[in-house]
């Protein structure tokens, strides 16, 4: 996306021309259909739309839980990700095109135009073979990659500690360095992606009880002292609200908002730098939600956490959310900062979403009205097709050239 040229901030997730489908009888559902998006470090992203969008489906594309059809997911600047069948079939269609021509040159028997086409054609199959296989090659072993990076920083770390380290305490050193070693070579780079899950009963093994659940993560990295882990499960029972007498029981004996703050205590301490929150309060009571989005904002500024934030409540996500991106039939429509976005919003169905937020004011309520929105109606795309594009500064809308045109005049006006 052209924002990154003017924005210095690091970007940590930079999600590219993700398309996720399904089959769905003998057809094909497209969940998620070509979008683009980044996000910066430290920040709230938003993504919003009614159920069915496919704002979930990105979550756990992102997250590794669905394999994507084509597209590129970066995370930390490193390919986690990789789709790779609209690289095959532009493969397929080059292939047939260029016999296509080749053919033609020679029924005119010009063979040195067949041959020049030919090896033009070799070309371009070679250059795009090694692209589908890098992208294969960095899905299948970003997390090898990862933990062997990982191994090499403890070792150099060590070696240093080494060079200045008492013989009387080289042997305890040895054993932390043994113990460290191990833990690096379990480690992940989707580790540090982590999902608290839209349903906290559902998301939670019930024959585990919070203790197990919680320190699930930090045992599959490798960790075994059993002191640690009781320790990191107590300090995360404590930062979400919970006492350390909660360890030992099960997830039915907690109400839904203690469950979901299990939920994050699990997310949390595997130390994550992005946090994926998929609807994370739309099963809980409304006088619990308000809780759970304030412990998250703590939570957020207390580690410096980086939120994809998925819902459809556009008020909790105006609250929460940096900037906001807004999601149609698997398409992100309108995108923009949280306050552009509800001050100018631009596309038809932003402003339909928009329209349908009540607010506790009945002379407002009376006098509102509500925007409907029929995709058939408000554009005509036989022509002139869309495009995700800039209309204002860091504005960005799909739409075509005679939209784009109204809509920075609309812009300018305000």
């Known amino acids: 996306m052209s924002e990154n040229q003017t924005d210095k901030r690091e970007v940590l997730l930079k999600v590219e021309d993700l398309c996720q489908y399904f089959r769905s009888g003998n057809g094909e559902l497209k969940a998620v259909d070509g979008i683009s998006f980044e996000i910066y470090k430290g920040e709230v992203f938003g993504l919003v739309g009614e159920s069915g969008c496919g704002k979930t489906t990105t979550g756990r594309s992102v997250i590794k839980l669905y394999k994507i059809t084509s597209g590129n997911i970066l995370f930390k600047g490193t390919r986690i990700a990789a789709g790779t069948r609209k690289l ?88 932390e360095y043994k113990e460290k070693l191990r833990v690096a070579s379990h480690e992940r780079i989707t580790n540090k992606i982590q999902m608290i899950f839209q349903d906290p009963i559902a998301s939670l093994n019930p024959r585990m009880t919070v203790r197990d659940t919680i320190a699930e993560g930090l045992i599959i990295k490798g960790i075994r002292n059993k002191k640690y882990i009781d320790e990191q499960v107590y300090k995360m029972l404590d930062l979400v609200g919970l006492v350390p007498e909660h360890a030992g029981r099960y997830p039915h004996e907690f109400s839904g908002g203690q469950r979901q703050r299990i ?53 909790v996500v105006k609250y929460f959310s940096d900037r906001i991106a807004v999601m149609y039939f698997g398409k992100i429509v309108e995108l923009a900062d949280a306050d552009e976005l509800f001050l100018h919003p631009l596309h038809p169905y932003t402003r339909s979403l928009l329209s349908a937020i009540p607010l506790p004011d009945p002379i407002y309520e009376k006098k509102r009205k509500r925007i409907s929105y029929n995709p058939l109606l408000a554009h005509d795309y036989s022509e002139d097709k869309p495009s995700f594009r800039e209309i204002g500064k860091k504005h960005f809308v799909l739409c075509n050239d005679a939209e784009a045109e109204t809509y920075r005049k609309e812009l300018e006006n305000k």
């Open 263 to 315: 939920g994050i205590a699990r997310a949390l301490i595997m130390n994550p730098e992005l946090i994926i929150a998929d609807e994370p309060i739309s099963a809980l009571d409304v006088s619990i939600q308000a809780q759970v989005i304030n412990l998250m904002n703590d939570l957020r500024k207390t580690f410096g956490l980086t939120v994809l934030f998925i819902a459809h409540d556009l008020s």
């Open 88 to 175: 095959r079939e532009k493969l397929s269609d080059l292939r047939r095109e260029g016999r296509k021509k080749i053919s033609a040159f020679r029924k005119n028997k010009d063979t040195d135009a067949a041959a020049r086409e030919k090896q033009a054609l070799d070309d371009t199959i070679r250059a795009l073979r090694e692209e589908i296989r890098k992208a294969e090659y960095d899905e299948k072993h970003c997390n090898r990659a990862y933990a062997e990076a990982e191994v090499v920083k403890v070792r150099e770390e060590y070696e240093k500690k080494r060079e200045c380290c008492p013989e009387s305490e080289l042997e305890s050193l040895n054993k």
